[in-house]
């Protein structure tokens, strides 16, 4: 059974770097798949951030990319999340999640709990 | 960028009842990349469709996905107590890759 599992303060000072990182189990990220990052403000709806592939490649929501990055460890099985410049605006559910191709689509079929951050001073 | 809406708002219903959840597009969906997912308080989403219709690995045959283009369903033919939960819906495009979800149906009881 894959399990994942996000990692992280929960709070981060206005204009620092949210870094959060997400421990895979039952399955190697080098395996094949996708590996991303969705949040959710509280009360509100889901926002896909970026994501990574087993090789390293990766992906991020357009909306987003000037403050991201994600970077993967295939010998620890994690990956991280980097966001710089966190505001007010960035306080969410942050959930690692695996991503699966299907049919030349992709979607979320196995997701972490969730981790609440909190931008604040 | 392909923009999701989902209607209505809010659908209430009674456990047994059938429901009936849609998800437009504001352009056509590329091969129909497009997913459903239930989310109750405090869990993360769980993938019920993909492709439009496929089922997931252990979704109940109660739920099922149909549509193309820019008109998608998710009918539940019969709600049980578990199913009353907010339903998101998910788009892929590829030029450039970005995954979108709609805003999110709640189904509440009646």
Redo the contacts between chains.
């Keep these: 059974q894959v399990h994942l599992q996000e990692s992280g303060p929960g709070l981060v000072k206005p204009s620092e770097t949210l870094s959060l990182s997400c421990a895979v189990s039952g399955y190697s990220i080098s395996g094949g798949y996708y590996w991303g990052w969705i949040r959710q403000p509280p009360g509100k709806g889901l926002e896909w951030i970026g994501g990574i592939n087993h090789s390293g490649s990766t992906y991020y929501n357009p909306s987003l990319k000037s403050r991201v990055s994600i970077s993967g460890d295939t010998s620890t099985s994690h990956f991280s999340l980097n966001l710089m410049s966190v505001t007010a605006a960035d306080t969410a559910v942050y959930y690692c999640a695996r991503i699966m191709p299907a049919g030349g689509g992709y979607y979320f079929d196995y997701w972490g709990q969730g981790t609440l951050v909190t931008v604040s001073s | 960028?392909i923009v999701l809406t989902q209607s209505p708002g809010t659908l209430s219903l009674s456990p047994g009842e059938r429901a009936t959840l849609s998800c437009r597009a504001s352009q056509s969906v590329?091969?129909?990349?497009?997913?459903w997912?239930q989310q109750k308080p405090g869990?993360?989403?769980?993938?019920l469709i993909?492709?439009a219709s496929?089922r997931?690995?252990g979704i109940p045959d109660r739920f099922s996905g149909s549509g193309s283009g820019t008109d998608f369903t998710l009918t539940i033919s019969r709600l049980e107590p578990e199913d009353f939960a907010v339903y998101?819906c998910?788009?892929?495009d590829?030029s450039?890759?970005?995954?979108?979800?709609?805003?999110?149906t709640k189904v509440e009881i009646k």
């Design positions: 960028e590329s091969s129909n990349y497009l997913g997912y869990l993360p989403p769980r993938l993909y492709g496929s997931a690995t998101f998910q788009q892929f590829s450039p890759p970005l995954l979108t979800f709609g805003p999110g």
